[in-house]
């Protein structure tokens, strides 16, 4: 069950209210570049996002990071708060002892396109969770076998992994780490993907001095435990 216990203690450190906010910086490498980039949600719009180094050429990196920038809230990436949701509310647990493997099928949720949809269905997807403090280490997605697109071509390598640290101040979960690796082939055509995405920096903060009042306000309602407002 997904509602009680160390698996709603790890999802409720990942269900972030919306006035969350981050500035990192990340670096995006594949076997041939690597690119750095920089983003801070208070600074003016044209230069939240910024490239600090980079080194080697792929296009396909580059339009990784493109995708990246040009998306409403770029910090929304290090926050998975449709988790919840994705796992529904029975899951496959093994208890290791340190960890628990958590397999599941990935629910669609709201954020999910069409073509996620789809290739969610097809993949194996688990989870590794620290019992004692309720935390996810990592999420995992892989492909089992190739298999027909939906408008043809063939998928036949996908592999997806998403590793996530707590952050201190507000004891939230983050993705700090996110590799893809996948294979597609099409009428003369092969499409490949591999890249890692490493959060070198993060700070979190509120949107504003409210927002982080009511969130210290809501989380010792729910914990008893008091917060400090920053």
């Known amino acids: 069950m997904t509602v009680t216990g160390p698996m709603d203690d790890a999802l409720r450190a990942t269900e972030a209210?919306?006035?969350?906010?981050?500035a990192f910086t990340v670096e995006l490498t594949s076997e041939r570049a690597e690119r750095v980039y920089a983003f801070d949600p208070r600074?003016?719009?044209d230069q939240r996002w910024s490239l600090v180094s980079a080194r080697g050429e792929d296009s396909a990196l580059d339009d990784a990071g493109a995708a990246w920038a040009a998306e409403v809230a770029?910090?929304?990436r290090l926050l998975p708060d449709d988790l919840r949701a994705s796992l529904g509310t029975l899951v496959e647990v093994e208890d290791l002892g340190p960890a628990w493997r958590v397999k599941f099928d990935h629910v669609p949720s709201a954020n999910d396109t069409e073509l996620d949809t789809w290739a969610v269905s097809q993949l194996q997807a688990e989870a590794w969770v620290e019992p004692v403090q309720g935390a996810f280490l990592r999420l995992d997605y892989s492909l089992p076998r190739p298999v027909r697109g939906p408008e043809g071509g063939r998928l036949t390598r996908f592999e997806q992994s998403y590793l996530?640290?707590?952050?201190p101040v507000w004891g939230m979960s983050y993705v700090s780490r996110y590799s893809l690796s996948f294979e597609a082939k099409a009428a003369f055509r092969t499409i490949r993907r591999d890249y890692d995405a490493v959060i070198t920096?993060?700070?979190f903060f509120f949107a504003s001095r409210d927002a982080e009042q009511q969130f210290v306000d809501m989380r010792q309602a729910e914990t008893g435990i008091?917060?400090?407002?920053?």
């Open 17 to 22: 209210p919306p006035t969350l906010r981050a």
């Open 43 to 45: 600074l003016e719009p």
């Open 74 to 76: 770029p910090d929304g």
């Open 164 to 167: 996530l640290e707590r952050e």
């Open 201 to 203: 920096e993060a700070t």
């Open 226 to 230: 008091a917060l400090v407002s920053r």
